[in-house]
């Protein structure tokens, strides 16, 4: 059974930092690219950073210099690390497997969690 679950949402001040967890089961993270999405209705889906095996990555223009995203395919697990959040952060999270990733492309959105709440107040 598939299973993607993201933790480590919750509610910041500007300024603070979040890390946002996220454990998988039922398939290997190795055989994808791995990151995060956020959407904050009526916004959009917004890709925030995503992770490919070699190590390739790539940050949303808006998050750029602030997240980190990290992966473990030991440990079947990826985190994001928030800092300086800012309110236009509030989203939910959702930790997401694509088919593939390079610097410009991304594949389809296979799998993803059910998500993780971040709120950042100003």
């Known amino acids: 059974q598939v299973q993607v679950v993201e933790s480590g949402g919750g509610s910041v001040q500007a300024g603070g930092s979040l890390r946002l967890s996220c454990i998988v089961s039922?398939?290997?993270?190795?055989?994808?690219?791995m990151g995060w999405f956020r959407q904050a209705p009526p916004k959009d889906r917004e890709v925030v950073a995503h992770?490919?095996?070699?190590?390739?990555?790539f940050y949303g223009d808006a998050v750029k210099g602030r997240f980190t995203i990290s992966r473990d395919n030991a440990k079947n697990s990826l985190w994001l690390q928030m800092n300086s959040l800012k309110p236009e952060d509030s989203a939910m999270y959702y930790c997401a497997a694509y088919a593939y990733c390079t610097r410009n492309r991304l594949g389809d959105l296979e799998v993803w969690g059910q998500g993780t709440q971040v709120t950042v107040s100003s």
């Open positions: 992770r490919a095996n070699d190590g390739t990555t």
């Open positions: 039922g398939f290997n993270i190795s055989a994808y690219c």
